[in-house]
């Protein structure tokens, strides 16, 4: 559709606005208008020139996108994952190409164009879209369509399909919208596909679970020097929270809610910290779920606690997966010889946790989702088939003061209230913090750097989202089957040219058909 002097500035311009469809900007419609000119750009290109016009989509979008990243380690980081995302996106962008160009053969106006070509051509994005969430170590699912659509008119889809089903969506419409373009827009059956689509999306209401009553959280923001570079000393950050905690004390509370790295020391180790909680658990006449960094053995874990009076009822669950290059260090050895400085600010080798995410308080399953284990399906998913009635997200921010880092994560906190069908208590060390109604709205919030605490009561639900029963199914699906569709249209595409090779006359030397 475009040359390639052309395709490297609309390209330029799709990452531009694939940004501001998410936080803070988060206008919704123009990851629609993203994808239909990334794709654009794709329509008649060679492997070469894929590459390059996704190459160039991602870097114009990654860089801005991510530059919360550099807050914490500086440019080189960065850097480095935003070129890692970008190159990614743009080897996922050769398949895409290599569809279009496969599926040229079809009428232009017939129901391959118009219906075949979009169904796979969506395939291929969302499936993108899961490997980049998957790998390497352990992937990067941070920037997802269908968490664009948290504002939109459509994320009710989520409860029904999950994120990735909604991204499907959102990318099979942007794609039908640009076939109905190059049919030319004047031929309007070229914009049913589209427009079915739309309509469903705009009609479809949220799942409904069954509500089994209330339960009431207190939840504190402590403010206080929980970056990893902020002049501290030990105890400074639980002093804190127990301090913030006090402007509570007394109201009635099923449970106290701190946030990620609330306390700065691990309280099965040291007496004094576990005094501390005890005391504050009295106060508060409820069991607190706090956060520290625990040891067992020779391994550390980002640990999520129920701190209980009775020591025997206390509960434990762990990160499931610890950033890279963030609380651990992939092969060290390697990355040591890259970048010795960067890489030995990071002390801590935290190890994946195994527990389920999710701790009884009483006769109530509390889900949870420690920092970027939000951004996981599969943390989300366990929580909800282990039975929690309510979601708590902690996390810890203060690395990402005045950057829009805390509000992508609220929205992602938002949709996976849409998704579950449970209201989610999402609790920053700094900000911003937020209380989200199943529905995935905004019940209360306590603004970014101020240190403050609330009593709230919650609605609790039970009954699972065909969303998080056909997740799991729906993410293998939409990755396979497009790249099946791929191999298979390659092979008929080559079937085609090599017998219209055949049926050619065979000419001799002087031009004139051979009649043997």
């Known amino acids: 559709m475009l040359p390639i002097r052309a395709a490297l500035p609309v390209a330029i311009i799709a990452g531009v606005a694939l940004d501001l469809a ?6 919704w419609p123009l990851a629609f208008f993203s994808v239909i000119l990334a794709l654009a750009t794709l329509v008649g290109r060679s492997i070469g020139g894929a590459l390059m016009v996704g190459l160039v989509f991602g870097i114009s979008f990654y860089v801005l996108h991510l530059a919360w990243v550099g807050q914490f380690l500086g440019p080189i980081p960065r850097i480095a994952l935003s070129g890692l995302q970008a190159l990614i996106l743009a080897l996922g962008a050769i398949p895409i190409a290599l569809a279009y160009r496969w599926t040229s053969q079809f009428r232009r106006r017939g129901i391959g164009q118009l219906i075949v070509v979009p169904l796979m051509i969506s395939g ?18 941070w920037v997802r369509l269908g968490m664009t659509q948290v504002n939109g008119p459509f994320p009710e889809v989520a409860s029904w399909i999950g994120v990735t089903g909604l991204s499907f969506l959102v990318a099979i419409t942007s794609a039908a919208l640009l076939q109905w373009f190059r049919a030319g827009v004047r031929f309007l059956p070229g914009a049913l596909p589209a427009g079915i689509v739309i309509v469903a999306l705009a009609l479809t209401p949220q799942f409904p679970t069954a509500s089994v009553g209330t339960f009431t959280v207190g939840w504190v923001q402590g403010n206080g020097p929980s970056g990893y570079f902020d002049t501290k000393e030990p105890g400074d950050i639980l002093d804190a929270h127990s301090t913030t905690s006090e402007s ?14 609330a306390v700065d020391s691990d309280p099965f180790r040291e007496p004094g910290t576990a005094d501390e909680l005890d005391r504050i658990v009295t106060s508060a006449g409820a069991p607190v779920l706090a956060n520290a960094a625990t040891t067992r053995g020779e391994n550390t874990f980002n640990t999520t606690m129920l701190w209980t009076a009775d020591p025997a009822e206390r509960q434990k669950h762990d990160k499931v997966h610890p950033v890279p290059f963030g609380e651990y260090v992939p092969d060290r050895w390697f990355y040591e010889k890259l970048a010795p400085d960067l890489v030995g600010l990071i002390r801590r080798e935290y190890t994946p946790g195994t527990i389920a995410p999710v701790v009884n308080v009483g006769s109530v399953r509390v889900g949870l989702a420690i920092c970027f ?20 997200f902690q996390t810890n921010n203060a690395d990402f003061r005045d950057t829009d880092e805390n509000l992508q994560q609220l929205a992602f906190a938002r949709m996976r209230a849409i998704e579950t069908g449970r209201a989610v208590v999402n609790v920053s060390t700094v900000g911003t913090s937020q209380v989200i109604s199943p529905a995935g709205v905004p019940i209360d919030t306590i603004d970014v750097d101020d240190a403050d605490a609330k009593v709230t009561t919650i609605p609790l639900r039970t009954g699972l989202t065909p969303g998080i029963i056909l997740g799991p199914w729906l993410s293998w699906l939409i990755t396979v089957t497009p790249l099946v569709l791929l191999v298979v249209t ?9 017998d219209a090779h055949q049926s050619l006359p065979i000419r001799d030397s002087s031009g004139r058909p051979n009649p043997s």
């Open 248 to 261: 509570i004390t007394g109201q009635p509370m099923d449970l106290l809610v701190w946030p990620e790295g």
């Open 22 to 27: 998410t936080p803070d900007v988060g206008w």
């Open 124 to 141: 291929l994005w969302t499936a993108r879209e899961v490997v980049m969430g998957s790998w390497p170590y352990g992937g990067f699912p």
């Open 490 to 498: 390659g092979l008929v595409s080559r079937r085609r040219v090599l």
């Open 373 to 392: 284990d939000v951004i996981f399906d599969d943390v989300i998913w366990d929580g909800a088939q282990g039975g929690a009635q309510l979601f708590v």
